[in-house]
């Protein structure tokens, strides 16, 4: 078959106006969130069902074209954007874009993968449901993409990564068959586990068209405190505190140093400081309470003071309005923009175990300093899940672009410290292709034949998504 | 090799003490827990290590041995036995039964695949934390066990199954290598989730003999209900409200029909029975607080004051002593001891959606006893999570053993049912060679490809616990 004949049977599949060749029209897909790469498409289909994107898998699978699945295109990884050799054929999922159905009494919701999570999210909340995935990106990630990932974001602590939140998926496999995973059930164990292997293969395996989220009971209310710190030691004794006074009311936990909200008085001046003197780090803490907003605060505050005794905090801040709440969360949620405002660094998404975070985060700042005199850790994240976004900037007079050339040497430190200290260098932004050549020097040849196997298995033509992952 | 031969490389490996091959040794290693089966095997060998594990199925591989897992043999399924056929090499995991860690900062816990599930609570228990799996046979199940059969129980509504307990596994593969995937990490986005894959698997895929598990802060106080209501329908409705007044603080949510207690009262006479009229449906309701006993109780006490007003609930105890919380409980644990002691009964380990679980009960119950007049439907389990234990037994004045000769039928009545709601025919026993044939009837073409696909690139041979799932 021609290039044309390839492109007129996808046009037959998924109507003419949703095959996009032109560069005019397929440059939107074609370069990744962070501007850092574009890649080539032989096109851009938009296929509007599952019948249609299994049809055009066949397709691909007939004449050996490589096929890149792409949600909301908000990945950091390079994992849904081709290669420059522009064989493959890019299929967004923009257009399998409806809520199914929603079983309240089940806290269940049957969606399309190209549903944009805070879509999800509002369908959810009209029914006085919670979808609890918060991320960064909420308004523009699809809820395809999150499971390809298995995105984490802010709510891990209590609710689990995007895997925890799914009970059932639909896939177009490599062999262009649907699989109708659809079940809404939590308890079902007749067989392998199909689900989590398509959740965060990253599309390497099959596509995900479809899934069943589980939902929550809506808390009555949520509680925001920031606190002030010594040390990220002192963070997570104070976490362990939390932990057991609170129990499964702390939902979220997170961890950010001085550094980074010096960066952001910087770049956002209009942003209220919270506190009048400085501390070397400060963690933001969300109570929810099934109870009512007093319970809340109560038990948040009763926690605090413990902590106060115990000389954990230096100082804390509760939010009594929304807007105080919207306030602190936005010092957190300025930072990558700050970041990104200071000019180019060198991100790592990480984990460990909780245990060693504090103890990681000293070491490798240690051994960071000594390599480059004066280099800026920007160190915040996810504490309470032990996921560290461990940024690197250049040290002051320092051009931000001529330091990248030193990324090589500083992955090598952080990734080899990370591995030191029993943890993962992708925590859940995922591998893509950004990270593939790091999983050999991080991974057991055992477990990569392992990943290799199943990959044969599933994919027996490598056609999807190649050069992600493995 | 020669039997001999391989025997004595059994020997080598294991040590001459741990290879059995007298009848009476290996006896109580080849009946089913309930007795229904028994098997042959060319030996019983109990390694130590996991390097004696990985040496015999290397050992297994190069002769085309077929090798049979087998924890604490309290399976329901025929999971870990061998068949007839006597060729297999029965692998206990008795042995592999320490405590390798615990870090309580990082709440987890890495253990041995042969631990007995009581022995981990108990060790968690001793940080001030808590293991959550709990079911039955804790006292002589092990936790690889639990893990190979992905076990649910009695605190899935708030924990999650064991799936969602572990963090990470060390396994042998089905060519004798060991993977260590020993992670104690809250997030880690590497690759494709292999540890999902063994867990559930049975052992057809390789055998768990290390995991990491996860562990909770301890709650103050568990606060025990019972509460008597007028059918299924109620209960569903009793706990959407209990979820939204709760929150996560409700942990356990138990649904037991009159027949049950019924049944319990007849075999136990010295029991209590809890209140002084019947009614046809109850629910056993279980609160943590992580705050205080008076906490807990409180909440207990307001929800069921709603649910009272409601009309949800006709009557209700709440235990204000852990020897009435006791009393509440064993009234639920004594049911399947009445029902064995009743004689044989059909059972079926079936989980439905949550919000169609009354109307399976009621069509499902309908159809048996339009086919069985008197037939005595012993219906009670795991409402919170949709996972019924639907268990048949004959009417009055017809003989136990007989009506098992109606297990066909019947099994296809529930079954068909269950799949018309939308349910599992296996919510938390797995697939054994019990369910086996049972499998190509409800799951698609597609879903059993992709299961063969894993089974024949992850053991090749096909000698890990043949017969078993596929």
Redesign the interface.
């Known amino acids: 078959m021609t290039d044309d004949g390839f492109l007129d049977a996808c046009r037959a599949i998924a109507g003419p106006a949703h095959v996009l060749t032109a560069p005019g029209d397929t440059a939107p897909y074609l370069t990744d969130w962070r501007g850092r790469f574009t890649g080539r498409a032989r096109a851009v289909v938009a296929p509007a069902t599952t019948g249609e994107v299994a049809a055009l898998v066949r397709l691909c699978a007939r004449h050996g074209v490589p096929i890149v699945p792409q949600g909301g295109r908000t990945g950091l990884v390079l994992g849904s954007v081709p290669d420059v050799s522009g064989t493959a054929l890019l299929l967004s999922t923009r257009r399998l874009n409806r809520v199914r159905a929603i079983?309240a009494?089940?806290?269940?919701m049957t969606v399309d993968a190209g549903c944009v999570l805070a879509d999800v999210q509002a369908a959810a909340g009209a029914q006085g449901l919670l979808f609890p995935l918060s991320l960064a990106a909420e308004g523009s990630c699809t809820i395809g993409g999150n499971l390809a990932?298995?995105a984490?974001g802010t709510g891990?602590?209590?609710y689990?990564?995007t895997?925890?939140l799914c009970l059932g998926l639909e896939v177009v496999?490599a062999r262009g068959?649907?699989?109708?995973?659809l079940?809404?059930?939590?308890?079902?164990?007749?067989?392998?586990?199909?689900r989590?292997?398509y959740?965060?293969?990253e599309g390497t395996?099959g596509i995900i068209t479809g899934a069943v989220l589980k939902l929550f009971?809506q808390?009555k209310a949520a509680i925001t405190a920031l606190v002030a710190l010594c040390s990220p030691g002192d963070a997570?004794q104070l976490l362990?505190l939390m932990?057991?006074?609170?129990?499964?009311?702390l939902t979220g936990y997170e961890l950010m140093s001085d550094v980074c909200l010096r960066l952001v008085a910087s770049h956002f001046p209009n942003l209220p400081q919270p506190f009048p003197g400085r501390y070397p780090q400060y963690a933001l803490l969300e109570l929810?309470?099934?109870?009512s907003e007093r319970h809340g605060i109560g038990?948040l505050e009763g926690a605090i003071e413990r902590a106060l005794e115990a000389g954990l905090v230096q100082d804390a801040v509760v939010a009594t309005s929304i807007a105080q709440s919207k306030a602190l969360w936005a010092i957190r949620e300025h930072i990558p923009l700050a970041q990104a405002a200071a000019g180019k660094n060198i991100k790592h998404d990480i984990?460990?175990?909780?245990?060693?975070s504090a103890d990681f985060i000293h070491a490798t700042s240690s051994r960071l300093e000594e390599l480059y005199p004066g280099v800026q850790v920007v160190c915040f994240g996810?504490l309470g899940?032990?996921?560290l976004h461990y940024n690197i900037a250049p040290p002051e007079g320092i051009a931000h672009d001529a330091f990248l050339d030193e990324q090589g040497p500083i992955n090598r430190v952080v990734h080899d410290s990370v591995a030191g200290f029993?943890?993962?260098?992708?925590?859940?932004?995922?591998?893509g292709a950004l990270?593939r050549d790091e999983?050999p020097r991080?991974?057991?040849a055992?477990?990569l034949?392992?990943?290799r196997?199943?990959?044969?298995?599933?994919d027996p033509l490598g056609i999807m998504n190649p050069g992600k992952?493995?």
Chains 1, 2 share one sequence.
């Open positions: 079983d009494f089940n806290r269940t990932t298995n984490g891990v602590l209590r689990g990564n895997r925890e496999t068959e649907v699989w109708d995973g079940r809404g059930l939590r308890k079902d164990n007749t067989g392998y586990d199909l989590d292997l959740i965060g293969a395996l009971p808390p997570l362990k932990e057991a006074h609170c129990g499964p009311t929810s309470s099934h109870e038990l984990s460990l175990p909780i245990s060693r996810h899940d032990g996921n029993g943890g993962s260098i992708s925590a859940e932004h995922g591998v990270k999983l991080y991974k057991s055992v477990e034949d392992l990943m196997a199943l990959k044969a298995a599933l992952i493995l």
